[in-house]
């Protein structure tokens, strides 16, 4: 009997949980293949199964958090005895028992072929603006559920927050991939509706394949955000929120924190980047190379504060940081003073791709020496930003954003844009920072990349 264990996932990561399982008890597994996800304090990712064979007892169910090297599952032959189960008893969940799957892990249901063909609900089930009750309408904000696909069981055909919580009920039954989830969820897809591939589960490729057969008035509006009810709920922490929690608050009060502020005229970096005749660079990827740059003529901000000496990093790994729903996620360009510019960009983007669609792995987001964060895209003119440790400094980047300045006497219209380094003045001087950020802003207002 082969034992199946929770994955080490980096030296930073001491627990984590299984968020789904891919496999029900009695499927044969194959090694190397997809078995359960895993949720980390920074991702979401998928965990392969260890060996071949009959996945004979599901030991760890799903949302229990448990430590790295946990033995979660067990894989054998068809008719081979199952050990004694007391022996894989974990703090947080109920004991393994020989016989038939523990209630806390109920066999996936797979409707999706069902649902996708069901007819529409009767007309007194129908969702208007006032067949429904506030408390259900708020639950179903909150959710992600789409009103068009609820069954009401309310007086007068009122839906009721038991219809929501019912519908979310039988959409968790789905099996499905990650990526399918969070597509669905951007979509506006009732995935309960979505029918699977011939792996059984609902793919992202499915997912995509229901948005784009969908009629157009069900896509979900862009224009603006849709108000938001204020339902005074508590929102259980995520692990991912709870270490971020952690340890913004470790390095907010336990680094002193400085901040230097910089205006860049961007004219001479949009002129080069429309110039590239085969790629076209973000500005993000800009910033990234000329910030590479300016950390190989001032060191000191790549460094690390050891409590009883500063070490000097003899590499430049320069995460960036990507918003999910979930949270943030610093992706990380290792060796980055080595690569061109369009390397980092390449890099970037199958980085940041790998964050959005749950891809990522330990060392995709491990070992970063500097960060850069940028909240240009959502029109942010300038903030500052908390020091991700063990890095000494972050860069907080804002938009790009036309002005009048004065140059020469005269006034002319620039595309200028704000950078602010946030610095740990235990490792960095103010007149380090300082340098560092003029020759920043330099290396951008002549575009020498």
């Known amino acids: ?11 930073s990561v001491e627990e984590a949980e299984i968020t789904q399982w891919l496999k029900k008890e009695g499927d044969a597994v194959e090694q190397g293949e997809p078995i359960f996800t895993i949720q980390t304090d920074k991702a ?9 064979g009959i996945l004979r007892k599901i030991l760890i169910p799903e949302e ?7 033995v979660v599952a067990l894989v054998g032959e068809a008719d081979e005895a199952l050990p004694d189960l007391s022996q894989y008893a974990v703090d947080g969940a109920e004991a393994p028992v020989a016989e038939a799957a523990p209630a806390a892990t109920p066999e996936p249901i797979v409707e999706a072929p069902v649902a996708a063909a069901e007819a529409p609900a009767p007309a007194d089930a129908s969702v ?4 429904m009750s506030p408390r259900a309408r708020a639950t179903a904000q909150r959710l992600h559920v789409d009103p068009a696909h609820l069954s009401a069981s309310g007086p007068e055909g009122r839906i009721i927050e038991e219809d929501v919580l019912a519908h979310d009920a039988k959409r968790g039954s789905v099996r499905s991939t990650p990526t399918a989830r969070r597509v669905a ?22 997912v995509v394949a229901a948005a784009t057969s969908a009629p157009a008035a069900a896509a979900p509006a862009q224009s603006a955000p849709a108000a938001q009810p204020l339902t005074g709920s508590v929102v259980p922490l995520t692990p991912m929120r709870r270490i971020i929690a952690e340890r913004m608050v470790e390095s907010k009060f336990g680094a002193p924190h400085f901040y230097i502020t910089v205006d860049v005229d961007m004219k001479a970096s949009v002129a080069f980047r429309s110039a590239l005749p085969n790629f076209k660079p973000s500005f993000n990827d800009l910033v990234m190379r000329a910030t590479t740059r300016a950390i190989q003529a001032f060191p000191m901000v790549n460094a690390k504060w050891l409590g009883d000496a500063i070490e000097m990093r003899d590499t430049i790994n320069l995460g960036f940081a990507v918003a999910m729903e979930a949270g943030l996620i610093v ?3 290792k060796g980055i003073q080595n690569k061109s510019l369009q390397d980092i960009n390449k890099e970037c983007k199958a980085l940041a791709e790998k964050a959005r669609t749950g891809k990522l792995v330990p060392d995709d987001y491990a070992g970063s020496t500097f960060t850069v964060s940028n909240l240009g895209a959502f029109g942010v003119d300038s903030f500052t930003a ?13 938009q790009i954003k036309e002005q009048a300045v004065v140059i020469d006497g005269g006034i002319q219209v620039r595309p200028m844009m704000k950078l602010t380094l946030s610095s740990d003045h235990r490792v960095i001087d103010g007149a380090v920072a300082a340098q560092f950020m003029g020759h920043l802003k330099t290396l951008l207002e002549t575009a020498d990349f």
């Open 44 to 52: 979401e990712i998928e965990a392969e199964s260890t060996a071949s």
């Open 1 to 11: 009997m082969h034992e199946i264990k929770l994955p080490q996932l980096g030296q």
């Open 128 to 131: 208007a603006s006032g067949s």
């Open 64 to 70: 229990v958090e448990v430590p790295v090297l946990t």
């Open 386 to 398: 908390i020091i991700n440790q063990p890095d000494s400094a972050i860069l907080a980047i804002g």
């Open 185 to 206: 969820r951007e979509q506006g897809i009732d995935i309960t509706t979505v029918a699977p591939g011939q792996s059984g589960r609902v793919a992202k490729d499915d």
């Open 331 to 333: 992706p990380v360009v």
